[in-house]
């Protein structure tokens, strides 16, 4: 079974990784530090490649890549800080990678062999897709397709930082007390990171893959993911669900019931 540096320790509990975690795993640590605005460009270089999809067209597959395709729009003036030419803006509510974007990028990438399933999460008009039941719903299908790699566009405020946090939420019992556990809740911003699996212990974790390396891969609690993803700042938000050509039709069956369409997070494409 693969034992992973950030569960170092906890190979008893029920761990359920998604795809090949071990390959995709060593892609994040060669991807290096995320560039400015390019969070959902980072994520989806590392799985892409691990993936098998290295090369396209002839360019190496990484974040300024995936970015380019995807028409990453960074602050005006910084275009041409990069390998190759991003879409520039002079509005902060821009920044950053749409989904469509994400989707297009890695479909063009893998020449159509994969497909970005978009699952939205978020609603403008409506608000909050998700409660409990649905996310654990979603938890249950991701969990035995397998085959299948995940990227979550969701607001950082509901996540934990904090020293030690993985093995501090691994011992947790009962409710969350963040004072007393030395942690704290991030600084909001609308964010990409990838999702390798779940834990189940006293409580329920995902293992997020930050594109962010001062944060690394940690876990996240189900509340936390939760509220994320209902995002709770004007914008909406989702998930990719990314697998092989053909096999989304069995997803799709199993997720009757949740919106599987884009979502407008504020950046265009």
Not at 28 to 34: D, N, S
């Amino acid at each position: 079974m693969y034992e992973p540096w950030y569960l170092e320790g906890i190979s008893d509990l029920p761990i359920t990784f998604l795809g090949d975690a071990k390959t995709v795993d060593l892609e994040y640590l060669k991807e290096g530090e995320q560039k400015e605005n390019l969070c959902g460009p980072f994520a989806a270089a590392y799985i892409l490649r691990a993936l098998g999809f290295r090369q396209h067209g002839g360019n190496f597959v990484d974040q300024e890549y995936v970015a380019y395709l995807a028409s990453t729009r960074v602050n005006m003036g910084e275009g041409r800080l990069y390998k190759y030419p991003l879409a520039e803006t002079t509005s902060p509510a821009e920044l950053g990678t749409s989904a469509a974007g994400m989707k297009h990028a890695i479909e063009t990438i893998s020449e159509g062999r994969l497909v970005a399933l978009p699952v939205k999460t978020t609603d403008r008009s409506l608000g909050p897709l998700l409660d409990r039941e649905r996310l654990e719903v979603l938890i249950r299908v991701f969990a035995n397709i397998g085959d299948v790699q995940l990227i979550f566009n969701l607001n950082t405020k509901h996540l934990l930082e904090g020293p030690d946090l993985n093995r501090r939420l691994l011992a947790l019992e009962g409710d969350i007390n963040l004072s007393r556990l030395g942690l704290r809740r991030r600084d909001g911003v609308g964010h990409f990171v990838s999702c390798a699996g779940f834990v189940r212990a006293k409580k329920m974790f995902f293992i997020i893959r930050e594109s962010y390396k001062k944060f690394g891969v940690q876990l996240q609690p189900f509340e936390a993911i939760l509220e994320g993803l209902n995002r709770y700042d004007g914008r909406e938000g989702g998930i990719l669900a990314i697998l092989p050509k053909g096999h989304e039709e069995a997803l799709v069956e199993e997720l009757q019931g949740f919106e599987l369409s884009l979502w407008d997070n504020g950046s265009p494409f």
